[in-house]
């Protein structure tokens, strides 16, 4: 069993930056594809971007392409979400998910581990 605990939202203004943090529990973290997740208010959960297991592939939904970095740090059981340029349209709590194949977080949206969500806010 694998939990996951997000952390780094908050509120910002437009044009600000904040770094999420993912911290998976136990031994499996580095086996896993890690996604990040984000769902608006009224709106169904959407995929932001997914990196590989080993760091090699990323991927990103074209609206946060070249604004938002993601990483991953295996030996710190950690991924990581870089937010630059923010803007009030990526309000949300952002999710971050853990599945055998990005492939899996890109096409589905399933993940094999989900953590509680963390809220990012960003004011006009």
């Known amino acids: 069993q694998v939990q996951l605990v997000e952390s780094g939202g908050g509120l910002v203004q437009t044009g600000d930056s904040l770094r999420l943090s993912c911290a998976a529990s136990?031994?499996?973290?580095?086996?896993?594809?890690m996604g990040w997740f984000r769902q608006a208010p009224g709106k169904e959960r959407e995929f932001v971007s997914a990196?590989?297991?080993?760091?090699?592939?990323?991927y990103y939904t074209n609206p946060v392409k070249g604004r938002f970095t993601i990483s991953r740090d295996n030996a710190k059981n950690t991924g990581y979400l870089q937010m630059n340029s923010l803007k009030p349209e990526d309000t949300a709590v952002y999710y971050c998910?853990?599945?055998?194949?990005?492939?899996?977080?890109?096409?589905?949206?399933?993940?094999?581990?989900w953590g509680q969500g963390t809220q990012v806010t960003v004011s006009s």
């Open positions: 998910a853990l599945a055998r194949t990005t492939m899996t977080l890109r096409s589905s949206g399933l993940g094999d581990y």
């Open positions: 990196i590989s297991n080993t760091g090699v592939g990323t």
């Open positions: 136990g031994r499996a973290f580095s086996g896993y594809a």
